[in-house]
T-cell receptor, first 116, second 117 residues
Framework: AQTVTQSQPEMSVQEAETVTLSCTYD???????LFWYKQPPSRQMILVIR??????QNATENRFSVNFQKAAKSFSLKISDSQLGDTAMYFC?????????????FGTGTRLQVFP | DTAVSQTPKYLVTQMGNDKSIKCEQN?????MYWYKQDSKKFLKIMFS???????INETVPNRFSPKSPDKAHLNLHINSLELGDSAVYFC????????????????FGPGTRLTVL
């Protein structure tokens, strides 16, 4: 069974600085997707970034980028130029492309606080 | 325009009651899901439906019964509510090219906070 581990329950960063959130996963599959979702205090789940396992190039979305290490099963999220609005819970998630396993498996989340 | 909507956003009820949560998506997706987020913020899949057909049922008590009248709607009915059912329930949707093969991102509704007293 697949598992997703986020080893940092809480992180904090100064506004305008850079922070990296860690995520590791365990799977025997070769085709899958990885995601980072953000959940601000409003509780809405917002997609931050997505990576397809077959792509070697790391995904980037504006200030958000990932470091995807397939062999090490690591998928960290880097937030550059942190903003107060980045304060939220961040969840790493795995989705298999195998038959009949159409679901997201989430990590336990990292609470990020951005300070002025 | 709201992509995935849920009603109600808050639900407070007594133990033993029966309640329903509704979900609708206007994204044209063919797959919908229910997730449960517990008090420690852990999110776990409960059900998924593809074109009104149940695909995933993850060891959820029989008191929980999803119903999909069409591919744009997935409702969750809960019988005989218990204290442990208190949680935030999220609906999500995605486009799946063919049964069981996830090819796209899941988009979430705003969540329904259920409190059982």
């Amino acid at each position: 069974a697949q598992t997703v581990t986020q080893s940092q329950p809480e992180m904090s960063v100064q506004e305008a600085e850079t922070v990296t959130l860690s995520c590791t996963y365990d799977t025997s599959e070769n085709n899958y997707y990885l995601f980072w979702y953000k959940q601000p205090p409003s509780r809405q789940m917002i997609l931050v970034i997505r990576q397809e396992a077959y792509k070697q190039q790391n995904a980037t979305e504006n200030r958000f980028s990932v470091n995807f290490q397939k062999a090490a099963k690591s998928f960290s999220l880097k937030i550059s130029d942190s903003q107060l609005g980045d304060t939220a819970m961040y969840f790493c998630a795995f989705a298999s492309r195998s038959y009949n396993t159409d679901k997201l498996i989430f990590g336990t989340g990292t609470r990020l606080q951005v300070f002025p | 325009d709201t992509a995935v909507s849920q009603t109600p956003k808050y639900l407070v009820t007594q133990m033993g009651n029966d309640k329903s949560i509704k979900c609708e998506q206007n994204l044209g997706h063919d797959t919908m899901y229910w997730y449960k987020q517990d008090s420690k913020k852990f999110l776990k899949i409960m059900f998924s439906y593809n074109n009104k057909e149940l695909i995933i049922n993850e060891t959820v008590p029989n008191r929980f019964s999803p119903k999909s009248p069409d591919k744009a709607h997935l409702n969750l009915h809960i019988n005989s509510l218990e204290l442990g059912d208190s949680a935030v329930y999220f609906c999500a949707s995605s486009q799946v090219s063919r049964r069981g093969h996830s090819t796209d991102t899941q988009y979430f509704g705003p969540g329904t906070r259920l409190t059982v007293l």
